[in-house]
């Protein structure tokens, strides 16, 4: 009895020692978008001149909303796929997209790098980012983005959004406002990157860039 009671205090450590890490790393995140809020409404305020696509009184008035963690695509583990689920060969680009959200309207985003050295922002406005937000149901927009991954696909161009079971592209002509299974799009991009790599897997092979 007392070992079962020790196993299970272990346990109870292990969780809770993982929950506060994850806690630390997300808090972490929203800081620094905080900070990279505050030095966007510094840009703004100095560069009128410019135009970056949102204005100083929009971003002063929009929230840092949860996080958006970005993961890429394995292409070879795609070619050769048999799991019908896009997410469990895609690897974390320790990236982080967030959004300043003003009345349920995503204004900008700010993206954070974020791994066990360090945590900063790289990018402090994404119109593309921004535009595909804003397609999204709005299902996902009242949950604040929780739970959403972006994935991006190399070589076949794609970019998707999971959230549960469905994902949301504009990719071959899809809506972002309509869900697709994940295992219906998974299929469609193994096909799509196994024509891709018949055209130009030797021009991979050599190093060169293809567009």
Do not use: W
Request: glycine share 6%; charged share 25%; aromatic share 6%.
């Amino acid at each position: 009895m007392k070992n079962i009671k020790s196993i299970i205090t272990v346990l109870l450590a292990v969780v809770s020692t993982g929950l506060m890490a994850q806690t630390t790393a997300n808090n972490g995140i929203k800081e620094a978008a905080a900070k990279g809020k505050s030095d966007l409404l510094k840009l703004l305020s100095e560069n009128k001149d410019f135009n970056f696509g949102v204005s100083a009184s929009d971003v002063e008035a929009a929230q840092v909303s949860n996080s958006i963690e970005s993961f890429s695509t394995e292409f070879n583990s795609l070619l050769n796929d048999n799991s019908g689920n896009i997410a469990t060969i895609s690897r974390s680009e320790n990236l982080h997209i967030v959004p300043l959200v003003s009345d349920n309207k995503v204004i900008t985003t700010i993206s954070v790098a974020s791994n066990s050295k360090e945590t900063k922002v790289v990018e402090l406005v994404s119109q593309q980012y921004k535009s595909e937000l804003n397609d999204l149901p709005d299902d996902i927009k009242r949950a604040n983005f929780r739970g959403l991954k972006f994935v991006q696909v190399p070589n076949i161009e794609a970019s998707l959004y999971i959230f549960g079971d469905k994902c949301y592209t504009s990719y071959n002509g899809r809506s972002l406002r309509e869900g697709t299974s994940v295992s219906e799009i998974t299929r469609q991009l193994q096909i799509d990157a196994r024509a891709f790599q018949a055209e130009f897997g030797e021009e991979l092979k050599r190093g060169k860039l293809v567009k």
